[in-house]
């Protein structure tokens, strides 16, 4: 079971530090990837870390803002989030599967999932 946390409102260009706790299974046999689904809008992937944690993948619109770790001994997974814009409106979604694919991973990589946390971009 996959949980997150962290999520709320913050002003464009602020900060966000999500996590994903997971119980039940261990972090470290899994890559670890955030997804987000903005309302009306397909769920779209937007950062990757691998099992061992050493190659991350991030999408073209958050490379740079958002940097993804895990720590396998906390057992939880992090995106560090800074220069918030309104585009970044989304539920998102931490996941864990059996790879990033060297950054094409897909939904149906991921076998756990969250139930997602809000983040709203707004003054």
């Known amino acids: 079971q996959l949980a997150e946390s962290g999520g709320g409102l913050v002003q464009p260009g602020g900060s966000l530090t999500l996590t994903c706790e997971a119980s039940?299974?261990?972090?470290?046999?899994?890559?670890i990837a955030w997804f987000r689904q903005a309302p009306g809008k397909d769920r779209e992937g937007i950062a990757c870390?691998?099992?061992?944690?050493?190659?991350?993948f991030y999408r073209d619109s958050v490379n740079g803002r958002f940097k993804i770790s895990k720590d396998d001994r906390r057992n939880r997974g992090s995106p560090a989030m800074t220069g918030l814009n309104t585009g970044d409106t989304a539920v998102y979604f931490c996941?864990?599967?059996?790879?990033?694919?060297?950054?094409?991973?897909?939904?149906?990589?991921?076998?756990?999932w969250g139930h997602g946390t809000q983040v709203t971009v707004s003054s």
């Open positions: 996941a864990a599967g059996g790879g990033c694919y060297e950054g094409r991973y897909q939904h149906a990589d991921f076998s756990a």
């Open positions: 870390i691998s099992m061992a944690g050493g190659n991350t």
């Open positions: 039940g299974d261990k972090l470290e046999w899994y890559a």
